[in-house]
């Protein structure tokens, strides 16, 4: 079993920032891609943000240049700062792990979801 817990949700003003943490626990002997993704009322969930094992790094076109995601792996964590924060990136935001287990089968993990709400 692995657990992804996510935290740095909040409510912020237009033009604000948030960081978002993620930090995987269990049995894990690696972790491959770790990815951000988010779902906003009423609409299907998008990928925001992925970095793979060996640091490459892919962003959304909404948010490129916004958002910055980086990963711990000495600490099994994964971040995501967004600055410049707009309405539309309202939504909740889940973080996704794919990871190794100690008998090595692979799994796709995801948290429980943090909200981020962006004030106009």
């Known amino acids: 079993q692995v657990a992804l817990v996510e935290s740095g949700g909040g409510l912020v003003q237009a033009g604000g920032s948030l960081r978002l943490s993620c930090a995987a626990s269990?049995?894990?002997?690696?972790?491959?891609?770790m990815r951000w993704y988010r779902q906003a009322p009423g609409k299907q969930r998008e990928l925001v943000a992925v970095?793979?094992?060996?640091?490459?790094?892919n962003y959304a076109d909404s948010v490129k240049g916004r958002f910055t995601i980086s990963r711990d792996n000495a600490r099994n964590m994964v971040s995501l700062q967004m600055n410049n924060l707009k309405p539309e990136d309202t939504a909740v935001y889940y973080c996704?792990?794919?990871?190794?287990?100690?008998?090595?089968?692979?799994?796709?993990?995801w948290g429980q979801g943090t909200q981020v709400t962006v004030s106009s």
């Open positions: 269990g049995n894990i002997l690696r972790i491959n891609t």
């Open positions: 970095i793979t094992s060996g640091g490459s790094i």
């Open positions: 996704n792990a794919d990871t190794l287990n100690g008998l090595g089968v692979p799994h796709s993990n």
